[in-house]
């Protein structure tokens, strides 16, 4: 007799404060810590809801799931919010953006035409002054900037937060990680502006297969990222 795979039922439930919940085989869905997965909006809810589905049928290679975002959102960032945006702000003096090259010419040509933007973003739209280096000794933001960003941040939910920490890490970066959620770049300028010089240098050596391998995956990522962001505002 051939086993029958359980039939698994998921639900969103709405509650009267207007939170969102999965249910699965009629339980409310919890994070790992075991609170309950309580989601701000109705899109957050069905992407999630796909999201425990594809479980069913497939493991995600990926590392980064609206799941385990929201998992984050409510089990780390919830419980000391001020410490995250702390380490996120730290992220700023080893911003990859920060840092350009001095040699060769042409990469300092695609850095500056790149990179430099990002920087005047950061000026215009958060009136932010980023300093930059080409020496290799790290640099440190300026308190002003630090606190100015640590303010930005504070307006952002723990959902907005959880993205924008795990963007940081993907690209190495919370200046481009910023311009993306704000829509000033898209998930390809993200993720081309976060590996510029990974792809200057297999202009020249060829396409590594374990390298291109590793970058599908972070570009997968981010997108994926980007997706969960958006849903964050119904």
């Known amino acids: ?85 702390k380490q996120l702000c730290s992220y700023a003096n080893s911003d990859l953006v920060c840092y350009f090259a001095s040699s060769p010419e042409d990469l300092v040509k695609k850095q500056n035409k790149s990179w430099l933007p990002l920087i005047t973003f950061m000026q215009d739209f958060y009136n932010i002054n980023i300093l930059y280096t080409t020496e290799i000794f790290s640099i440190n933001q300026t308190k002003e900037s630090l606190s100015k960003l ?53 202009t020249f050596w060829g396409k590594d297969e374990e390298a291109f391998t590793r970058l599908k995956a972070i570009s997968i990522d981010i997108k994926n990222v980007k997706k969960y962001y958006d849903t964050l505002n119904d």
Not at 60 to 67: A, D, E, F, G, L
Not at 161 to 167: P, R
Not at 175 to 185: P, Y
């Open 150 to 202: 640590k303010v930005i941040l504070n307006k952002k939910n723990n959902f907005e937060l959880s993205a924008i920490s795990v963007l940081s890490q993907l690209t190495s970066s919370i200046i481009i990680s910023l311009a993306l959620v704000n829509d000033k770049i898209n998930v390809k300028n993200a993720f081309e502006l976060s590996n510029l010089e990974e792809i200057y240098q297999s």
């Open 1 to 85: 007799i051939m086993n029958k795979t359980p039939k698994i039922s998921l639900k969103i439930i709405r509650s009267y404060n207007n939170k969102y919940y999965v249910q699965i085989n009629g339980k409310t869905a919890k994070t790992p810590e075991g609170n309950l997965m309580e989601l701000p909006t109705s899109k957050l809810a069905q992407i999630i809801l796909k999201n425990y589905k594809s479980y069913k049928t497939k493991r995600n290679n990926t590392i980064v799931s609206p799941i385990r975002l929201a998992n984050t959102a409510i089990d780390m960032v919830a419980k000391d919010k001020n410490n995250y945006i």
